[in-house]
């Protein structure tokens, strides 16, 4: 009997401790079907915030000169609000509009423009700071084609590579920062580089979220080009909150058992 106690101690002491740093991954379809049935199962009070959403989007419409015009600034903290509001109602944190949580979320949510803007203006200077560099001969046709393809952003050629180009590095200046500003909306770690040590092994799993998120806007403006409709804001209305709570629902996947 001695015996066997002395094993089991000894067996305790080689099994491995479980890793702080362990990697946890997530089943994209897992996700997608669980956010389904979550939002069907309260699918009366998802069709208000659906409907708010629509409200919100199809009042844009009637800002004179869109962006360029000052109530576009008010329209988007307005929005902003809105969806902090959303994100902290579907994680039952109370009260749901907090002043102290929105403000803090609006620091990872100005470092993802940050990022993204960045990474903009990187892509159309590097061909200049190369050419001053010296290159030239072969190098000048190329920086000619580039420019061309960078100034034809409508065309189809241009739209696709660049559209490309950012869904793969999506996962780094997009979804994972994303899940940084979730977090800091319910008062946890509101840290970029947090988000990329909680997530790391995922790379596959964020550029498959990034597609699926991508198959709904490029189908509604496929629909609205051919057709000549107007349903991306009908589609966006609907799968910003969707998407929205499978975001949420990855989220708690890294973030569930952590006290930040």
Known sequence: MIQMQKK???LKKMKPKPSKSETKSFSLVSVLKSSAKFVLLFKKTFIVWILI?????FSFDFIPNGWTNSLSILWLILYYIYWCVFIRFVQKHVPYFSLIRIFNGLIPASKIMFINISIYLVIIITPYLLMFMGFDGKFLEFFERYMELIQSHHSLPGVTLFYIFMLLISP???IRPYLAWISSLVGKSRSITDAYKRTKGNYINFILCAIAVSVVL???YYIDTAYKTNITIYLMSIFSIYFNVVFINIYK????????
């Open 218 to 220: 490029l189908l509604a």
């Open 8 to 10: 089991r101690k000894n």
């Open 172 to 174: 780094y200046t997009l």
């Open 53 to 57: 959403n629509f409200l919100f989007l």
């Open 253 to 260: 996947i890294f973030y569930k058992s952590s006290r930040h």
